[in-house]
């Protein structure tokens, strides 16, 4: 169990033991959120930045919360009200973040590697909270969390991932953790948005729905990007409900204690049918529990916390 | 003393006694906020949610202040920026925020009922911080923390609330409040903003405003709500304040002592003469301060708080 | 080494032995910023209130970051959110403000002398954190401070100020604080943004940049103000960076070890080339650091810590 890097940036290039050590911190700092007194000292007086450029609520507060358990204090930082309307380039911003004492910075952002340039000359930690249609790590590693909680084991697993992959960092995230865990990775969808190019990283591709779910453990439903999408890569919402959307007959063909995954925010009647998205096999608010464990355990990993002293 | 509420939606459905329970232990918060550091541990770990679908900005304030003096933590989350923009419904978000272990929601929604609505299938304590044109639970226990403080007791008090009555969530709170603890209520205002169904309630309706104003313990100037009336009700803002507003003449109405409220932010010339709001029997100001000591106390009343325990 | 004022409005009133106690205060805070853990608890329980009538996020942030670090409470109230839309005066928005126990009030707004106004009937202390282009005092003592840290004195240096002095409240404030240490100060830009009127505070005034920059210790470059700009002054922004613009073989004209300073957030290749931005003469970042560790002392002061006794 060991830690050693100094930003999260991707799963690419993460081994499985470092997800592991991601996992396993996870799962010590999950049973903070359980306590009546939520907090632990981990990153008392260290300042984190919440740098987003790109909007997204959900995942700005729970790394704020993430931050607040672990005692940090937490600026939000967002492009709008930024100086980028001043026409200050990234870098000049992100190094004024940093000369403002930031030992974290969490950004999203809408540009493909934004986090990994910002790494290449700041001296805080970065970490990636969503660049473009790239890479998603902490959604993956949360995704992977509530798996491994619900069946012991990702190895061995077959997870079918179902929507719009082309344009979904949490697709990508998702099936590089996978495919280190040991998981067999199914992907479907409209052929417009499931190229057969992801089979180079392993996956399976398929476009009859009922062979994507056959025997699946788990099923990770996307979110419909309407606005990733330069052009209708399907004929209509209400066509993608009918061709794709997760129903009791299409759930059927899975593994009997299958689980229903969705990163959310949902298109109830969309990707899903509204009954299924409140059923006991559907684990979407755990998803959103996790995901504040999992970025506990980034923010106190990457910023030097030992995964084998810690005492949540 | 006693209090064995889960949330706090309405004052409608609380008891002479619950309400006097929150008052009693709002006065013991108020010193909290005299004290060199205003700060108690009573909620220390907890999470505070701000969920404001309807924009106000002094409510929210309020609550952040009356929650970081608990020594929660506190997320604000306003529906601009939220989810809701990609279709999300209420129900997803508010048990997002849940997800996120948020242990207390404090609801603003322009739609009656939301917050009753939220308490039925939340876990979290719900808070209404305004709903519509239905309720503002908080405002009315702090008007009469108020009242109380500076008559003494409630009771047999006549209490005079000026303005647009139809469309005020501020009213009613306050005629259920006063009412239940015993005062004498008299609405007054123009007649289509003051329908005699409100004698239903137990109040006295005119629209002499002398006859109002005749021995008044306290005078309540609402503000006129533009924004929730769907057409104009009274002929201008100048004919308002010529008819209805607060001057020296007509004060002299009033008890010698009579004191003057107002919820604000005031509209200075319509509903009050400048003066008045800056005179002595104003308590404009108070009421604001007031609102902090109230909200800590429902924060800690509806968390399980004992009222009887409390040692702030 | 003392302080007695209740506010900090501006520089001009300042003494030289205040602006010192500032100085030499924000020497002992800035330690904190190099700790582990970055916070003392010198505010704890004390609300501070960023209220910016006029968008800054640089200024808010650094503001923020220094409540923290002295353990206050900090509430961010910005214009655009505020009562202001519903027609509320400035003085009532910050009377409210004071009753929701704020003991600093740090304001931000377009009109000068806004924050002299308030200090004229609140019992909080008063903090200008920009008003209109009359004066920015924090961005002064950052400047002052850093310069004598990298100088080691103030009194003697040629300092000169480039650019758009004229509706600079960073060059306003920074001409005060100067000379009362005992700076020669420069200042040069073109004719319309350089008024002569300047030369009563004391300054040198040219047109010429080669007379501005020589024998100069320190280049403190303005930014562009393009909002506060009536109408254009010059012909062009080429025009400006090709006329007034930093370079090196301008560079040259200055001392062999002279500082580059800028306020931020730069226009890279305008008031400056992007390469002379990084080089190692320039301490741009460093004034970033530094304004934490002045705000803090500021807060501190104002609130009545004795700088004496400050064991940060």
Redesign the interface.
């Known amino acids: 169990m060991s830690w050693h890097r100094k930003h999260l940036l991707d799963i690419e290039s993460l081994t499985a033991g470092e997800l592991t050590t991601v996992l396993d911190t996870a799962r010590e700092f999950k049973a903070v959120?359980e306590?009546?007194?939520?907090?632990v000292p981990a990153l008392?007086?260290?300042?984190v930045v919440n740098f987003f450029v790109e909007?997204s609520?959900?995942t700005r507060?729970?790394f704020?919360?993430s931050a607040?358990?672990l005692s940090a204090?937490i600026?939000n930082?967002s492009a709008d009200?930024?100086?980028f309307q001043?026409?200050?380039?990234l870098k000049?911003?992100a190094?004024?973040l940093?000369?403002?004492?930031a030992d974290i910075i969490v950004i999203r952002h809408k540009a493909a590697g934004a986090p990994h340039f910002l790494a290449r000359f700041l001296n805080a930690h970065v970490v990636n909270a969503g660049d473009g249609a790239h890479e998603h790590p902490t959604q993956a590693l949360l995704d992977v969390f509530t798996i491994r909680e619900k069946k012991g084991n990702i190895a061995g697993l077959n997870v079918t991932i179902l929507g719009d992959i082309l344009f979904s960092r949490v697709a990508r995230s998702n099936i590089w953790a996978l495919r280190k865990l040991g998981a067999n990775v199914t992907l479907c969808g409209p052929s417009t948005l499931v190229p057969r190019v992801f089979e180079q990283m392993g996956c399976r591709v398929t476009y009859d729905l009922d062979e994507a779910l056959a025997n699946a453990d788990v099923i990770n439903l996307l979110?419909i990007q309407h606005e990733r999408q330069r052009k209708s890569m399907f004929p209509s919402i209400g066509e993608y409900a009918h061709l794709f959307g997760l129903n009791r007959t299409r759930l059927a063909k899975a593994k009997p204690n299958a689980l229903i995954m969705h990163p959310?925010?949902?298109?109830?009647g969309v990707e899903i049918k509204s009954e299924l998205a409140d059923c006991d096999r559907a684990v979407i608010?755990?998803q959103?529990?996790n995901?504040?464990a999992v970025r506990m355990a980034v923010l106190y990993l990457v910023n030097g916390g030992n995964a084998d002293e810690m005492n949540a």
Chains 1, 2, 3 share one sequence.
């Open positions: 959120g306590r009546d007194i939520k907090k008392q007086g260290k300042t909007p609520t959900r507060v729970s704020e919360l607040k358990r204090d600026i930082f009200a930024s100086s001043k026409g200050e380039s000049d911003t190094r004024t940093e000369a403002l004492n979110r959310g925010p949902m298109n109830r608010l755990e959103v529990t995901g504040i």
